[in-house]
Structures are given as structure tokens and as C-alpha cells.
């Protein structure tokens, strides 16, 4: 039990701080229920996957500043294709959607592999180059999502033999939320192509030493980073019904979320629970100060204070860390 405690201290302490935070929301508004963390989980939902697909590449000892622009190409590549296609149809757009962001994220993994130009200017660049692309397949919101992908995240999920009264509390959105990052991160973490994530995070110099091909697994990092962006970009045109082609606030949110979910920014340490519980923490501020009527000015204010606080002292721990 004490094991699990140090190992966990850092998940155990955002579950608190989200409970704190739970216990304030309904002090603040007592009719904060079902409703509430069903609206908070759809709210949630593009951000926890924009956050996955940076925590891999953080990991990996990167970063990718693009994550936002891919889920707007990935976005607007589903609400076109699925618009007016059958509900068959729009079945394959799926899969093809989530190899598009493969593709993607594999093109930044390339560039920065054999440009040997540092991540964050490739990243940069490319941020512009997918913007690009995404308001040529459509330059203004548009298209159309089919009724079975919105109905993924609407409502509450039914489970035989369980009371509604308690099936209530349990968003479809968690759920799938939940779903998608099980399919890719259990297999990962327990695989040969997860250590060598960490590996190569960790001293991209060991990690070569010991028989890892380090550009090989960097490629592969951010082509999964591209998946969970092309989930999130179906996510955004599942939630709306249309697609986005201007990136939303999802770099700097992801950024800070990876960091205060204890992924360490020089790469090599974390996991997807804490960033997840963050992002899930960052949405109930911003859902307190709504609810306490905060000017949305100042709640613009306040949330990027937080984000800048947060990747700064991120920042300085991973300084830190190269020192000792």
C-alpha cells in the first residue's frame, strides 16, 4: 500500500485536488449534477486527446507545437467526407481520418529525423503548413457529422442491471474518452516500442548505445501523437456537427495539462492518467468561474496565468533535472 502510494503520489494528488474542486463547484451551485458532468466531459473531451498526443511526444523527449492545426485537417477532413455520405459511408471515414493524423504526425517525425532541425521549429513551421491545408479542404466551418458519431458522445451510457440513478453520472463522452485511450496506450506502455519511448526520452545517447533505433521510434511517436490529434479532430466534429478549420486553444491547454500531470518536459517521465485528470481539473476552473460569473475576460486571464505558471515551473524542473 505505501508502494503504491510513492509510486502514485502525484495521480493521488490531483484526484484530490479534482475532488476539492467537485466539493467547491457544488457548494457554489447545488444543482450541479448529471447534466453538469455530462457538459463537462463533452468539454473536456477534444482537450484530454490533444493532451494525450503531446504527452507521447513529451515523453519521447520532444515537443509538437502542430497538435492543434492536425485536429483542425482532421476535423474538417470528416465533416467534408461525411457530408451528405450515408451513414454506411461514413463509417470508413473513421479509419481514414485517424490515418490521415498518422500520416501527419509520421511527416513531423520525419522532418525533425532527418532535417536534424530541433522539434520545436519544425513543429512550429508545420503548425502553419497543416493551418494551411486545413482551410484548403474547407475555408470556413462546414460540412456535416453523422448522427451516430454525434450520438457517441451525447447523454449518459445504459449498463444492464445498474440503477439509471447511478448510470446517470457516467458520461458517453468519458466513456469513450476512456476507450480510445485504452485501445492505444495499455498495448503501448506494456510494449517493446513503449520502452523505447522512454528510452529514448530519457538519453537519446543511452538508448542508442543500447540497441534502440532511436530515429525509427521518434517517427513512430509522433505518428501516434497524430492519431490522438485525429481523434481529437473527430471529437471537435462530433461535438459541433460541422468542421473547424482554425485551430482552437488546444496547444498551450495540452502543454500545460501534460506538465501538471507530472509528464516531466525533458522527456523520459509520465503517464496519460495524470494529464487526463488535469485537463479534467483545467475544464472545472473554467467551469467554477462561468458559474461564479467571472467577466469571461478575466477568465481568459486567469487561465492563461495558470498555463504560463504551470509550463514555466515545468520548465524549471526539467532544467533541473539535467543538472543533477
Known sequence: MLKFLRSHYWNI??????????????????????????????????????????????????????????????SVTAAVLMD??????????????????????????????FTRVPDIVVTLAMLFVWEGVALMIL?????GAADWL??????????????????????????LLVVCIGVVWWPFRRSRFGLSVYAIGSSSLAAFRSGVSVNRTKIAAYAM??????????????????????PGPYLLASVAAVVLGGVTLGGGRGGLIGPIIAVIILRLVRTDLALLSVD?????????????VVVMAGGLIAVRSRHK
Request: glycine share 12%; net charge neutral; hydrophobic share 60%.
Open 84 to 113: 451528405g455520405a450515408s451513414e454506411q459511408a461514413a463509417l470508413w471515414v473513421v479509419p481514414f481520418v485517424l490515418l490521415v493524423g498518422v500520416c501527419m504526425g509520421a511527416i513531423n517525425g520525419m522532418l525533425i529525423v
Open 225 to 246: 501523437a497524430g492519431l490522438f490529434a485525429a481523434m481529437g479532430g473527430l471529437v471537435l466534429t462530433a461535438s459541433t456537427g460541422i468542421g473547424a478549420p482554425i
Open 13 to 74: 494528488g490531483l484526484c484530490v485536488i479534482l475532488a476539492m474542486l467537485f466539493v467547491f463547484t457544488k457548494i457554489i451551485q447545488p444543482n450541479y449534477g448529471a447534466s453538469g458532468l455530462e457538459a463537462l466531459a463533452r468539454a473536456a473531451l477534444p482537450f484530454a486527446f490533444a493532451t494525450a498526443a503531446q504527452a507521447i511526444v513529451v515523453i519521447a523527449g520532444g515537443i509538437d507545437l502542430s497538435i492543434a492545426s492536425m485536429m483542425a485537417v482532421a
Open 150 to 175: 454525434m450520438g457517441l458522445l451525447v447523454g449518459s451510457v445504459s449498463i444492464y442491471g445498474v440503477p439509471e440513478s447511478i448510470t446517470q453520472f457516467v458520461p458517453k463522452s468519458f466513456i
Open 139 to 143: 475555408k470556413a466551418p462546414g460540412g
Open 296 to 308: 469571461p475576460n478575466v477568465t481568459a486571464i486567469v487561465e492563461g496565468t495558470i498555463m504560463v
